[in-house]
């Protein structure tokens, strides 16, 4: 879109091999070449979209004058050049459009109106479950059963790809929404026609995942909104930010042999979430930054919402190029990519330093070989401590009895008993000899031959073992036990986009093969890479094979584990876990291990690096030291350890020289929006407007725009609110957002079968989205939330005020409403961290929720209770519930709400706390409304009401 002003005479153009470019020039404007890579990337925005209103001179001067050192206090208009989405969360979206243009023709407007004004596409990558695994036919089976639960959805989304401008869907088998994102459609520099002439600007982008910071290392600046966001970004409303402070983050020196990617990005994780990025840009410099290639700045990008920071980014660079060639982007594309990055001032110089708000340096050649976990993903473990670590951890998810008695002290908690001496044996074993293979990273020794080392199972003094008997499918016997591994998967976008990682995990596979070495039997073993380029070059490489015969068949080209469509256990195990309720093990390498997860059945979870997957599949247990113990013996009954199968980086690079190529990218995605035959033959709706089923539990009208009149109504003080919810630290979008399996006893199941749905085909929550009756019930209802309301008790719980009684929280909602009660959530720390759900906030909102007051927020959760109306409140500073001796039996009145009806954001609002019996608590909450654009989405009820409300004056 053309800036009607161009206050600076910015506009210029630029001529690369002989085509001219209509662009806008940071160096007209003072002080630009001081700024950040990130913060010129904004700044150029402003510049191509001042307005004389919305983006005003003042604007551009504010930022171009940036203080690195002040606290962001103003506010400016972003408007990303594209929307990027999956599918859980995009049909949501495409569901909100749908109705917003029977809204808009409700309102007497054109529900023309409602369509995108920037680019937006769809990548179905969240739907496969690895229900099947472990056989050739996996990946069939499993997009087969994909198809036959999601049709209804899949034909939603062809409706919108037809009824839609501007609107693409890559369908279902393709790959994860970022890995196709930086192989395939961003642009890095987005040329778009403007009339007669082609205007060239930074590519940026919103997206509906977290996650969407994986293209941060692409140089292209773009973060994780939630749904609703999303949609206004796509009908043309911009984001509304404060100016961030950007952290500087100084690399140096070159990654160790046998370190890889993964472990380098838990290393900057732990670091960051350390220091503390909440609402921050992270931008990458130095000498180091060359030594970093494209596929590892992509998974440093992509774990952004793991350490907190709104984005994650890396310049652009001679790598950027190299890159962009491998992927087979046109020359005429990169020829643009490094002559515009050159002109703006966006291209990296290791010399120069920018100034930042806040400075972090690593030298890259300390980083170690870690996991991280049992259940955050900045939790890391360096492999060395990764056994102890695991022991450390296991009393917290153990009975108290099982912990062994005489080890225990009195009066400390089970998580923080010790665990008591180690055997003989177990000391021996850990004796340090000199490494065999000076280029492994875990040649640490392994003893003598035939030195004792420590069991898989209950060998350990004051280690808690529960060995349980299990006869598997087949009628083979075992046992299961605490910490064995029974998922072992290789998943997510951090990982599967980064060759050297998943040539590596091939590769020592096929040492472990040519070893003898096979995975033990309980262990699931699945391989979802994320994109069908990864299955090429291990075609190619003749690798394949090698991972099958270790259980690592395919099983889809999606999310699967990582997002919690791990599909059940064997029947067996889960038997197994559940009768003994045994702490059992995924290792995974994802992003998020957060608890309830990935698994109803397994409670502790860890992320490793592809490699690392398998060798734990190979191991079965947590309870072993990969740096010191063996794997198992191989075929001449000799122990086989993981240094002696574990590739070197000449290995990988050799295959990846040998085997990946710019063709394999070409091929894959030749005809990428087309789809298979399965997607073009599924029957397609037709009309500008969607003919909503009455019968579908898949997609439904939502409520939101119910009797909504044209002009908003004034802002209402709370009064005589109810505690829904008490709630403690780093409670996670997870733990709110309905996710994972529907369990046939709780309020969604019995919904839906209410509806006639049998309990096979109840789906799960993420493809239920566009159904916000299944949705409402799930809000709120994971496994592991402890709800303080009801001390004692895990999931989606709460005590009813009315009567006294335990319930559900749905059922607890519904009560309330019923009488016109409204609702509150106190809650700790971290409020809302985790991915962009904007279910987290929408099922909040139609659960009757009018206030969150909790001690702090994460970006992103904040930003969408706003987007649904909701107040977003915060405890005094220094103050939290137990301080204030809230209990949440109390009566709450919130009142100074009403200010905000005079165009103005109160910084402070009065909490009165009223206990059935004795003295108020009175407290001044702070409002974290924070910018007028927010202001103005609270007071029309929500984003979406907002945007309708524009579009119609408009």
């Not at 955050?376 to 009975?399: C, F, G, N, S």
């Not at 519904?814 to 987290?840: C, F, H, N, T």
């Not at 009165?912 to 009820?941: K, L």
Request: hydrophobic share 35%; with cysteine; charged share 20%.
């Amino acid at each position: 879109m053309a800036a009607s002003k161009d206050s600076f005479g910015a506009r210029s153009t630029l001529d690369v091999d002989g085509t001219e470019y209509d662009i806008f020039r940071l160096d007209a404007v003072e002080g630009s070449e001081k700024l950040p890579f990130s913060l010129k990337v904004l700044l150029e925005n402003l510049l191509r979209t001042e307005d004389g209103a919305n983006i005003t001179a003042d604007h551009i001067r504010a930022l171009a004058n940036w203080d690195p050192n002040a606290e962001p206090d103003q506010e400016i208009q972003f408007t990303p050049a594209r929307v990027v989405m999956q599918d859980f969360t995009g049909v949501p979206c495409i569901v909100d459009l749908a109705t917003m243009r029977e809204a808009m023709a409700d309102l007497g407007g054109d529900p023309q109106k409602i369509n995108p004004l920037a680019p937006a596409e769809l990548v179905i990558d969240h739907s496969v479950i690895a229900d099947v695994f472990g056989t050739p036919e996996s990946f069939e089976r499993n997009v087969e059963i994909e198809y036959e639960r999601n049709g209804e959805r899949y034909q939603f989304l062809r409706w919108g790809q037809g009824a839609f401008d501007d609107f693409k869907v890559v369908p279902p088998g393709t790959g994860i929404v970022h890995q196709v994102n930086i192989e395939h459609l961003a642009r890095v520099v987005f040329p778009r026609a403007e009339g007669d002439r082609t205007l060239a600007y930074p590519d940026t982008c919103v997206g509906t995942d977290s996650h969407t910071t994986m293209v941060n290392g692409l140089g292209v600046l773009g973060w994780g909104v939630g749904g609703i966001e999303a949609e206004a970004a796509m009908l043309g409303q911009p984001v509304s930010m404060l100016i961030p402070r950007v952290v500087g983050f100084k690399l140096t020196g070159q990654l160790p042999d046998g370190a890889t990617a993964t472990d380098l990005v838990l290393t900057i994780t732990e670091m960051l979430r350390r220091h503390g990025v909440v609402g921050k840009f992270v931008e990458f410099y130095g000498a180091g930054v060359s030594a970093v290639p494209l596929a590892n700045r992509a998974t440093i990008g992509n774990m952004s919402p793991e350490f907190g920071s709104t984005a994650a980014i890396f310049p652009i660079d001679g790598e950027t190029i190299t890159y962009l060639e491998l992927t087979g982007r046109s020359p005429e594309q990169i020829a643009l990519v490094e002559a515009y990055a050159k002109t703006q001032g966006l291209w990296h110089d290791d010399a120069h330093e920018p100034a930042f708000s806040e400075y972090l340096e690593l030298d890259l050649a300390t980083v170690v070989p870690s996991i991280a976990g049992p259940k955050r993903p900045q939790d890391r473990v360096a492999m060395t401590d990764a056994k102890e670590a695991w022991r450390e951890a296991l009393p917290a998810y153990v009975a108290d009895d099982e912990v062994g008695g005489e080890e225990r002290t009195p009066g400390v908690p089970a998580n923080e008993q010790p665990y008591g001496v180690e055997s003989a044996a177990d000391e021996a074993s850990a004796e340090s000899f000199p490494a065999s293979d000076p280029v492994s990273p875990f040649a640490h020794g392994n003893g003598e031959a035939g030195k004792p080392h420590a069991a898989v199972s209950g060998s350990n003094t004051g280690r808690p073992s529960k060995p349980t008997r299990v006869v598997m499918e087949d009628g083979t016997e075992t046992s299961v036990d605490h910490g064995h591994v029974v998922i072992a998967a290789i998943t997510s976008c951090t990982n599967t986009s980064n060759p050297s990682v998943m040539i590596g995990a091939a590769l020592l596979a096929k040492k472990a093969v040519e070893a003898g070495l096979t995975t033990k039997p309980w262990v699931k073993t699945t391989l979802a890479p994320g994109s069908k380029v990864v299955t090429d070059y291990y075609e190619k490489s003749q690798l394949t094979p090698y991972l099958e015969k270790l259980g690592f068949y395919l099983v889809g080209y999606g999310c699967t584990t990582c997002i919690g469509n791990s599909g059940p256990l064997p029947e067996p195990v889960s038997k197994a876990v559940n009768e003994a309720d045994l702490a059992v093990v995924s290792v995974l390498s994802g992003n998020r291990n957060f608890e309830g997860r990935i698994n109803p059945d397994v409670k502790m979870n860890y992320l490793a690096s592809p490699p690392l997957v398998i060798a734990y599949a190979l191991a079965g247990t947590m309870d072993l030291d990969l740096t010191t113990e063996p794997l198992g013996q191989g075929t001449d009954g000799q122990d086989v350890y993981l240094r002696d199968i574990w590739p070197s980086p000449h290995e990988v690079q050799r295959v990846i020289d040998a085997s990946v190529s710019a063709e394999q990218f070409g091929d894959s995605y030749q005809d990428v929006f087309a789809g298979t035959e399965q997607w073009q033959n599924l029957p397609t709706p037709t009309g500008d407007t969607f003919a909503w089923d009455a019968e579908s539990t898949y997609v439904r009208k939502p409520p939101y725009f119910d009797g909504m009149p044209a002009e908003p109504t004034p802002v209402q003080d709370i009064t005589g609110a109810r505690t829904l919810a008490v709630l403690g630290d780093s409670v996670t979008t997870d733990h709110i957002s309905p996710a994972g399996s529907i369990k046939a006893d709780s309020p969604a199941g019995k919904y839906l079968q209410e509806h006639g749905i049998s309990r096979r085909d109840f789906n799960s929550y993420g493809s239920r989205r566009g159904n916000h009756e299944v949705m409402i019930r799930g809000t709120f209802a994971n496994i592991r939330l402890r709800n303080q309301l009801v001390p004692g008790t895990e999931g989606g719980v709460t005590k009813n005020h009315l009567t006294g009684e335990t319930t559900s929280i749905y059922d607890a909602s519904q009560a309330y409403q019923a009488q016109g009660i409204p609702l509150v959530v106190l809650a700790g720390k971290e409020y809302g961290s985790g991915s962009s759900r904007d279910w987290a906030a929408k099922g909040t909102a139609l659960l009757g929720v009018k206030a969150v007051i909790a001690e702090s927020y994460e970006r992103i959760h904040r930003s969408n209770l706003i987007g649904m109306g909701v107040l977003p409140l915060q405890f005094p500073e220094g103050a939290d519930r137990e301080s204030l001796g809230l209990t949440g039996d109390e009566e709450f009145t919130i009142t100074g709400i009403t200010e905000l009806n005079d165009g103005s954001i109160p910084r402070t609002v009065k909490v009165q706390a009223q206990p059935s019996d004795g003295a108020a608590v009175e407290f001044d909450a702070r409002v974290r409304i924070d910018t007028p654009g927010e202001a103005n989405y609270y007071r029309n009820g929500g984003i979406m009401q907002y945007v309708l409300r524009s579009l119609r004056e408009s």
